[in-house]
């Protein structure tokens, strides 16, 4: 069962309030981040391709050029009378040597603007596709908020149903157990809201992004302390489907930290490729615009100022 027919059945129960699964429905739906992500790197090999029809055509112009002004009367130079003449030199036909100089003034320093383009577009790719890796993990993380948010539900609907007389402590274990997932379901729409609304910039500006991370940073700290909370219910903690998601959400977590340092790595890579003479000519003519880091604001504010020479 996908996760929309796991959330309207819940809802149908009576396991999540109205509130509870209008919030988590939204907060599972969409993969806008990584189609704007796919559309960017679309349009980047568009404007590629374009510089390089512009290119081809320059080059065809100027060979076209210069086999028109080879054309006309040529004189036939005699071997006979210049083979053997001291001191002498060897005379290149005008047209050839016309079309070096184009060459040397011309295509080379084209052929170097092309491929110094090229290659900030790899990178910059390398740098659309981590971040898409790093968005897959938060979609993947998720999809699993949907299930333990079932799972922990249901228990707490039976306990209600069952349980006549509880104790203080009892009670109030079993509402932490209920704010915790209340939290998390807020924490994951917040995420997603960020996500949503700003799209393929978002990688582009520091703001939205330190504020994203601290949202995934909170819907992490819901996700541990709801199983932590869990561990006052020995039946909840030792059932088999409550067990295989705490090992899915954990190889989550550490999926999401690794992808995490290499989006940064490859935004380092980047960056840094932009701002060096004279890619950075390059750079600003092909508005290759800086990314932002995927860090937390004391991270931001500990990290040092790469100085590019």
């Known amino acids: 069962m996908d996760n929309q027919g796991r959330i309207d059945r819940m809802e149908r129960d009576g396991v999540l309030s109205a509130t509870q699964a209008v919030l988590l429905r939204d907060s599972v739906t969409g993969d806008g981040g990584r189609a704007d992500g796919e559309q960017a790197g679309a349009r980047r090999r568009l404007r590629v391709g374009r510089w390089l029809i512009v290119g081809v055509l320059l080059i065809a112009v100027i060979a076209a050029v210069a086999v028109g002004s080879g054309g006309g009367d040529t004189t036939v130079q005699d071997v006979a009378q210049t083979l053997n003449e001291p001191g002498g030199y060897g005379q290149m036909n005008r047209s050839l040597s016309a079309v070096l100089a184009i060459a040397v003034l011309v295509i080379i320093p084209l052929v170097f603007w092309v491929w110094m383009h090229n290659s900030l577009v790899s990178r910059e790719e390398q740098v659309f596709n981590a971040w898409a890796q790093t968005e897959s993990n938060f979609q993947r993380r998720a999809d699993l ?165």
Do not use: C
């Open 145 to 309: 908020i949907p299930a333990l948010v079932d799972t922990v539900s249901r228990y707490l609907k039976h306990e209600s149903e069952t349980l006549t007389a509880v104790t203080a402590e009892r009670t109030g274990a079993t509402a932490g157990l209920a704010k915790a997932v209340d939290d998390m379901i807020r924490a994951q729409k917040e995420t997603a809201d960020i996500m949503a609304g700003r799209g393929e910039k978002i990688i582009e500006e520091q703001a939205p992004l330190t504020a994203l991370y601290q949202a995934q940073a909170t819907v992490g700290r819901s996700m541990t302390q709801l199983l932590a909370v869990a561990e006052a219910y020995p039946e909840l903690r030792s059932a088999d489907q409550f067990l295989e998601l705490q090992a899915q959400i954990e190889g989550t977590e550490n999926r999401i930290n690794v992808a995490r340092m290499r989006f940064n790595e490859a935004v380092r890579s980047y960056n840094g490729a932009i701002r060096m003479v004279p890619a950075s000519l390059v750079a600003r003519a092909g508005n290759f615009q800086r990314k932002a880091y995927f860090r937390s604001d004391e991270e931001a504010r500990n990290a040092p100022d790469p100085q590019f020479e």
